[in-house]
């Protein structure tokens, strides 16, 4: 495939040696991929991954990578379809992990926020994990099961179902090993999906049972 333009092709070993590197692979491609390239950084360069999960990235590159490398998780909160009309108000969440001070974070939050026009803030690793357990498990939960339920009405619809539709839309094109990940990586998933499952077996039976609920 050739270079975009502004873009140069280098090796691993290259592109390791910047002063700035970011891990755009699968979840549990981190670790291997910091392995790799943990010989060529550079001391006082910064590692950054961009995974849907927190926690055993940050663990990964942590023991993959020398002392003398700064490691900085991030997670941009938004996918292809989202960002089509452009990154303005989307948001980035931003973990450290080692090495990066508070002043060293704020500039990069200021210039997401600046340059960018991201959302941008600061939160950690276990935070982060336990929020997206929900936000992102739960949508792509509920997402699979709608797609799956096709053909969808389209014409005689209510506004609350087309926001339904419109969400399984924005993830309909994430890939299989992206769910996976964000369903079996991260700690938190499994008992949020336990209970949801509770809660809609739950409801079922109300709802079969006859009952009016509490």
């Given at each position: ?22 891990l ?18 550079q001391?006082?360069?910064t590692?950054?991954d ?18 003398h ?67 992102q ?78």
């Amino acid at each position: 495939m050739p270079a975009k333009r502004g873009v140069r092709l280098g090796t691993l070993e290259d592109c390791a040696r910047a002063r700035r590197v970011v891990l755009a692979v699968p979840v549990l491609q981190i670790g291997p991929v910091a392995s790799a390239i943990a010989p060529h950084v550079q001391a006082g360069a910064t590692v950054f991954d961009v995974a849907s999960v927190k926690l055993g990235p940050a663990a990964a590159m942590a023991a993959a990578l020398p002392d003398h490398v700064r490691i900085i998780g991030t997670h941009p909160l938004f996918g292809p379809q989202s960002a089509k009309t452009g990154l303005t108000g989307l948001k980035v969440s931003i973990c450290p992990v080692r090495g990066a001070g508070p002043k060293r974070v704020e500039r990069i939050i200021s210039f997401l926020r600046d340059t960018l026009h991201l959302d941008a803030f600061q939160s950690d690793a276990d935070r982060h994990d336990r929020d997206m357990a929900m936000v992102q498990g739960l949508t792509h939960l509920i997402a699979k099961v709608l797609d799956e339920m096709e053909p969808l009405p389209r014409r005689q619809t209510t506004l609350s179902f087309d926001y339904l539709v419109n969400a399984m839309q924005l993830v309909r094109g994430d890939s299989d090993e992206l769910f996976r990940a964000i369903e079996r990586e991260n700690p938190y998933s499994a008992d949020v999906r336990q209970t949801f499952f509770r809660l809609i077996d739950d409801l079922r039976a109300s709802l079969e049972n006859g009952d009016k609920g509490k």
